[in-house]
């Protein structure tokens, strides 16, 4: 079976390189069938979130695999509509509920939110004193959120989700993260499917004889990033996976570094105050 190396939190627990991404998954057997293949695979590492839906499809797999509970790394988030104090400590107990499990492997902040989100990562901290979240992080935050957060927090994140592709680097973001030990996880790495046809991506992937998903998902490793790949397709996930075999060269990298466009697929958080 595939081994995925992992990468240590400032929490002490560590997180796996690469996680199965669940976003748009349907809930069903579509998800708990992904997941399965995943794990089979090798993954040990699963992200939802409660705005997914498919948090019981994902904690129904992980406890049907067959693998113990502490060698499987959960991530799910806090959505926005559930921000403050009091709702993000309900919102965390509904969620456990749903995924079936007694504690969640990362707990993060989804988003920004403005007004709410100092008092979200309160609710974050003191699941992690009571052990009920083992790490806790945040996800689309940059610069200016993070500088926030860090001014006022008891705990500094252990993660921070955010857009990253070739693409999209977030060179300061990473940079803050790097200085403050906060590891960074790639979403939508694979840009959500919209530059697989990359003239440089195409060339870098056919100097390695790999596709350019892994490509695409390697330039994340090798930034020593967690990459969450999303796809439903057993072959497709198990390609994925399969990245730790080969290395981009140097000129390779610098192909890749060199195609920053600023190219956000989904919401860019770089609007929100
Ligand atoms: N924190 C956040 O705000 C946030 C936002 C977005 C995403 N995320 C997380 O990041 C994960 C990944 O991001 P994403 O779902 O936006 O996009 P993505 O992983 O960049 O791309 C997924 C798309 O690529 C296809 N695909 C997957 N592997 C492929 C392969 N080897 N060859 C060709 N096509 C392939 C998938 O189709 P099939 O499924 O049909 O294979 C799907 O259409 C999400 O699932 C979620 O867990 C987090």
Redesign the pocket.
């Given at each position: 079976m595939a081994s995925i190396p992992t990468i240590p939190l400032n929490s002490g627990a560590h997180i796996p390189q690469v996680?199965?991404?669940?976003?748009?998954?349907p809930s069903g057997a579509v998800t708990r069938n992904?997941v399965l293949a995943a794990l089979r695979w090798g993954y040990r590492h699963i992200?939802?979130?409660r705005i997914?839906g498919n948090e019981q499809d994902v904690g129904e797999a992980v406890r049907s695999s067959g693998i113990p509970r502490d060698e499987i790394f959960v991530?799910t988030?806090l959505w926005n509509e559930d921000q403050g104090y009091d709702s993000a400590l309900r919102a965390f107990d509904d969620s456990l509920e749903r995924l079936g499990l007694e504690y969640i492997d990362l707990y993060?902040l989804?988003?920004p939110v403005p007004g709410k989100r100092l008092d979200s990562w309160r609710a974050l901290e003191r699941l992690f004193d009571e052990k009920r979240a083992r790490s806790i992080g945040v996800?689309?935050f940059l610069v200016p959120h993070l500088t926030e957060l860090l001014g006022r927090a008891k705990h500094v994140p252990a993660a921070n989700?955010?857009?990253l592709?070739p693409f999209l680097q977030r060179r300061e973001t990473r940079a803050l993260c790097k200085q403050q030990g906060i590891v960074v996880?790639?979403?939508?790495?694979?840009?959500?499917?919209q530059r697989?046809s990359h003239p440089v991506v195409r060339e870098v992937a056919r100097g390695v004889g790999r596709?350019?998903?892994?490509v695409?998902l390697r330039w994340g490793i090798q930034h020593g990033v967690v990459v969450?790949?999303?796809?439903?397709?057993p072959?497709?996930?198990e390609?994925?996976g399969d990245l730790f075999d080969f290395a981009l060269d140097d000129a390779a990298m610098q192909k890749l570094d060199a195609l920053e466009e600023g190219l956000t697929?989904?919401?860019d958080p770089a609007r929100e105050r």
């Open positions: 996680g199965l991404g669940v976003w748009q998954a992904a992200d939802t979130a997914y991530t988030k993060l989804h988003w996800s689309n989700q955010i857009e592709t996880e790639a979403y939508s790495p694979l840009v959500r499917g697989f596709s350019p998903a892994q695409l969450l790949p999303k796809s439903t397709h072959e497709r996930i390609e994925n697929t989904g919401w």
